[in-house]
């Protein structure tokens, strides 16, 4: 067993460059390791096969005797019980007072106020110059700092390898936390040479508890239930939906947030992670069968150096094994988690340079602290924790041992960047500048560079994003530009290039796949595809931002870096050069009315203030005239005469607060053709009044998302209301129903014919009902009698009970231009999340502020829309090319999504049912289409309604 380590152990160093140093630290890991094999002769059991030993976590002494074990100042044995967030900090506090190799950092706050920490864990002396290597690690990081040569060497000489450990970010994968503890414990007072050789050379940086509202969620719940019955039917492995701790505060999966970084817990660690450039990241999870770590599944984002991703992979991956076998435990790799969406954390902090790695543990969480594996052998919490800290020790050792290899190649990622990219991208804040500015503050929090144009730029070769063609382009002044030339160029790259190429030997085991499912019969099983999440996330197509790119070389001298950048603030440009827009901070001229223009959330937001606070606004479906200037269709008009005395201030104070300019209108006369303000056109909106439908059979995802956006993002707080208490009484007091996403087969069994009929009497008073996705497959079910839209696929009913079919349109449909040649009827293949292009019906009131032809979506799975046939289709999928980014299914996906809807309106009586396919806003990256259900909540309670019907 000796050997086989020793010859792991070389295999681990191939790539280190021969320095002393290295070479102590390599010996003394092997010591390390045979001091296990050493005891192991005494305490084998005889069950164990011959090469396993017990599991002991104090086995890496001697410990310092000033810091209690975790045990005895928790009061409970590792693995007896989950620990409290709140515990977790006292154990802390009492180890910053007593450890000289810990440094307490606090980096922000989650949203239930809880704490967010990061852990600086080293010798001493590296302790008493961290800000000295926090700031040469940023040298190393960026070339343009520090050139190649005889200062750099050094610098790689001396620095420590910096190792990045974050735990929890799962709050219900419970053995992450525990074992976050017992590594911190295991760092601070273990006295074994080895370690603390290892810590004179490596700052562990340690993100505890990534998700403390989550993990609370899960602990408080699990603490009372869960007494340690492994049997698969116990309570304690049935965690409630609302309990969820998977999910932070605002039910958003953290482990995909770090393309938007939506959420507070995501902008305070990348905040940090950009400040300290860790060389080693490795995320604990526990959610499978057996223990995960690198090598990756395919695919691999092709934005990544490969080989040298996969070479350090390899390293980390063998010594994990090592020391895994050493127990005989099992484990698996290159299996399921790949590296291709940028927004989990090994992806992302690869492409900022690291090593980075998916650790997943199989015993806790749901699982509980007991569980009967198939073999009727237990599963414990105990185990799930042992081994992520096994992984972790074994981590850290590797690291030592190889820091000025994994330096020289963490140096050579900045440098090859900077040399081997030259494609810049130009965001345009023309068409709709506030998107621009999400986009860009986003890019800014990734710690990517940014700056501004000065001046027109002529391009040569720009390729629009939508288009494709690479022609002549003037880019006007005032434009962002992202030169992909520097540090973070590959993740400039992976969130702007409008298609991520898929690796082709991955497709090919697709394709593969998919003829055996072809080939299985009807009810046979089917395999899994190996998407392991979406394939399409480019952000200027997903946020909705004019841009283009371009490889040419540009003018230097026009260009200013940004630091930041809010909605108010950015100019609205023409070709002659920047113009700032002023927005009034006092209060507008006195006028008969006041108005504003739809176009932007922060419009929207303004409106639905006004309402919320009683105040009367109109709007009218048609362009009207007023002031000497054209008001789009669905701008607001506020009418001094209805209103009461304030209205000039509120109007003041919230134009300031939003940035959006009010005009001051002093007559209803209009100098045109068009109609003016007072015209019959215009109507009153009634103040939205909205609910959410929450629990079963809602995804806990879909509902965070729509109550994070609703709520942070628009201002406006809507109920959220289960199922139960749905009653018709309730429906009366609310003008808006939002059914977010879930399977459409759970919603079909969860609203029975009660609850049906109280929606439909609902909807047919002047009820909005928005279904998101599955609730909107639900709803194309024909017995809903929702809408006449159906899925393709589904089997039609003939109409023999059509008395509850939606009445007659109220508005002409607008039917897709290319239906005549019906779409073929058989069940589309999941898609695996791409971005289509969809036609916008621009006379449709969901479409209000969306003046242009085309809009980028999202789609995913196979739930596509056949045209509703008594309805609106307000976004369609027609034309010679749909997909812009992404998988699609060859000789299917495409075929069977033309002439589909991806957004409907269904009219009944005095109520409307409007459908989205996918979620608006998903995951914070389409924020494109947050405006389309902001138009529905606004404006679709207040839709007139011809009297002639
Ligand atoms: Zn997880």
Redesign the pocket.
Known sequence: MVMSLRSKWVVGLVGARSCASARALFLISILFWTSFSGLQAQSASPGLPANSRPFDFYEHGPYRPELPRPSDFLGYQTGDFLTTFALYESLLREYQQHSDRLRVFTTGQTPEHRTLYLLAVSSPDNLAHLDEIKEELGKLADPRKLKAGHELDQLIEKLPIVVWLSYS??GS?SAAFEAGIQVLYQLLASNDPALSEALNHTLVLINPCQNPDGHERFAAWYNAHGIGRPEHYAYEHQEPWSVSGRLNHNFFDL?RDLVSLSQPESQAATKAFLQWHPQILADH???TKEFFFPPPALPINPNLPEKTIIKWLDVFGKSNAEAFDRYAWPYFVRERFDLFYPGYWDSWSSLHGATGMTYETDGGGPLGYKWYRDDGTVLTLRGGIAKHFTADLATVLTAAANREARLRDFRDFFETTLSGLRRKYFLVPVKDPEAVGELVSVLLKQGIEVSRTNAEIKLLHGTDYVGGDAGERTIPAGSFLVDTSQPYGRMATALLETETPQNSEFLKRQDELRKQNEARGTEEAKQDYEFYDVTAWSLPLAMGVEAYFTDEPIRTDVEESVDSVAYPNIAVHNSKGVEEETFPNDRPEQGVAYAFEPASIAAMRMAISLLEQGYRVDTSNEMFRAAGKNFPRGSFIVREERNPATLRQVLADLSGRFGVPVQSIHSAFSDNGLPGIGSEAAYSLKAPKVAILVDEPVTQTSYGLMRFLLERKCGLDAIPVPLENLTAAALAEINVLILPDGDAAHFKKAFNDKHLDDLHDWVSRGGVLICIGGASEFAADPDTKLTSSRLIGSEEKTDTNTEKAPSEPRQKPARPSSTSKEPANRKPIEVPGAIVQAKVNRDHFLTVGYDFDALPLFVQGDGFFKPSETGANVLTFEGEKLKLSGFFWAGDTEQLLRGTSALIDEPIDAGNVILFNSEPGFRMIWTSTIRLLLNAIVYGPSQPRESGD
Do not use: K, L, M, S
Request: a negative charge; proline letters at 0%.
């Open positions: 970010i799962h994968e482990n999870h526990g959610q």
